[in-house]
């Protein structure tokens, strides 16, 4: 059972609601002064939480069951704490009723200037992060000031006078999200590249194709530990190539410790690794992230779209199941731009006894269709496990077709394919 992202922003949503009415007298509850503070509360809970999301701190990753779903949720708390602090920022925080204080005391004009710089560096942190148009490698360093613009929001708490007291059950809910955010902003700023799991490798292959981009790695010293299925971020330590990208890893474990990805050129940072990666260079991984590990089913259908493919291939090379004679593999790809190509998946599938079927005519496609009534009929929709990786638009055609056979959404799994 994994924390979802309704759950999670919901639950802080409504104890920051409830702590904030039990510091107020009961005949202020329906004014709007008392749902701005509640909301100002919210939003403020929102961050703290949002930031410690961003940490990638394996307990975190662990218990909302991978991290793009932890990116997902950090997403979603950002928008709708951008949301409560618009509407605390409308509607004034007060009532005559109320006993107010400040917990640390500033001059007036310092503290309506951090009142007004906490609300503009939300807002500028949810902007830049939706923001598809911004270069990477840009993105990435406007980013990296969440964390500093998150400390003017506590500051504004701490500095406003409000009913909330430090010692209450609201205030002590505020310092606990506040501390918990602050402390997963800065290691993710400063001591991540230290701290966190990884080890250095060696380029010995990159061979590019029409789709795709073929990289093997070695390590230098040790290997970084991973399941098939998992992704890693890869920091090549070349000018320009620098920034931390994350990728499926595409094989699995061997004894000599090698990884291989295969990468498409979606981006700018992707089409530079199609240029200039060569044998020789070194990079640095970080890993392993995601739990998109397999998990053996009565009867099994992997549906893999484009580089989704990724997860599967590594599931297919894992020889610690003997064999896969209860798995079907569906596919979906452009054709020309198949990478691996269809005959090498085909290889992989035939020796671990896996069924293969190519898709290359898109979702609506009669063979994807057909075959994937058949193994219902025969197998019984409730015994049949779907693991899915690829775009968007393809899962929503997946989602359809499962529920025009009778097979629970529950046995769905997927892991979201992109962060951004």
């Not at 929102?46 to 218990?63: C, D």
């Not at 049949?384 to 769905?412: D, T, W, Y």
Request: hydrophobic content about 50%.
């Amino acid at each position: 059972m994994y924390i979802r992202s309704w759950q999670a922003i919901a639950g802080i949503t409504a104890i920051s609601v409830v702590v904030t009415l039990a510091e107020i007298p009961r005949s202020t509850w329906m004014s709007l002064g008392a749902f701005s503070l509640a909301m100002g509360v919210s939003a403020l809970g929102l961050m703290g939480a949002a930031a410690l999301l961003a940490s990638r701190w394996p307990l975190v990753e662990t218990a909302f069951g991978g991290l793009d779903r932890v990116y997902l949720t950090h997403k979603w708390m950002a928008i709708f704490a951008l949301g409560f602090a618009s509407t605390h920022f409308v509607f004034k925080a007060g009532a005559p009723e109320w006993q107010t204080a400040s917990i640390i005391a500033l001059p007036p004009f310092w503290t309506r200037l951090v009142r007004q710089l906490s609300f503009v560096a939300l807002m500028l942190i949810v902007v830049l992060a939706l923001n598809r148009k911004i270069p990477y490698h840009r993105w990435r360093w406007w980013h990296k000031l969440s964390g500093p613009l998150f400390s003017l929001a506590v500051l504004h708490w701490l500095s406003f006078r409000s009913p909330i007291a430090l010692s209450s059950a609201a205030g002590i809910w505020l310092a606990s999200l506040s501390a918990a955010g602050l402390l997963g902003a800065f290691y993710k700023l400063l001591l991540y590249p230290l701290l966190s799991p990884h080890a250095e490798y060696r380029v010995v292959r990159a061979v590019p194709g029409a789709a795709a981009l073929h990289l093997e790695l070695e390590p230098v010293k040790h290997p970084v530990s991973f399941v098939p299925g998992q992704f890693a971020f890869i920091s090549m330590k070349e000018d320009g190539l620098r920034e931390p990208h994350p990728f499926t890893i595409a094989k699995a474990p061997d004894d000599s410790g090698h990884v291989h990805f295969v990468i498409r050129a979606l981006g700018d940072y992707t089409q530079k690794l199609f240029d200039h990666v060569t044998a020789g260079m070194h990079a640095t991984v970080y890993a392993p992230f995601g739990r998109f590990a397999r998990e053996p089913a009565k009867r099994e259908i992997w549906i893999a779209g484009g580089v989704g493919i990724s997860p599967f291939l590594a599931w297919l090379t894992d020889e610690r199941d003997s064999t896969l004679d209860n798995v079907t593999l569906f596919y979906f790809f452009t054709p020309g731009r198949d990478f691996p190509s269809t005959t090498r998946i085909e290889e992989l599938a035939h020796r671990r006894s896996a069924e293969f079927v190519p898709v290359p005519d898109g979702p609506t496609s009669e063979t994807f269709m057909q075959r994937f009534a058949a193994i219902v009929r025969e197998s019984g929709a409730s015994d049949v496990k779907v693991s899915f990786c690829g775009p968007k638009g393809l899962l929503k055609h997946v989602r359809q077709i499962m529920r025009e056979h009778g097979v629970p959404s529950a046995n769905l799994r997927f892991e979201h394919f992109e962060f951004r």
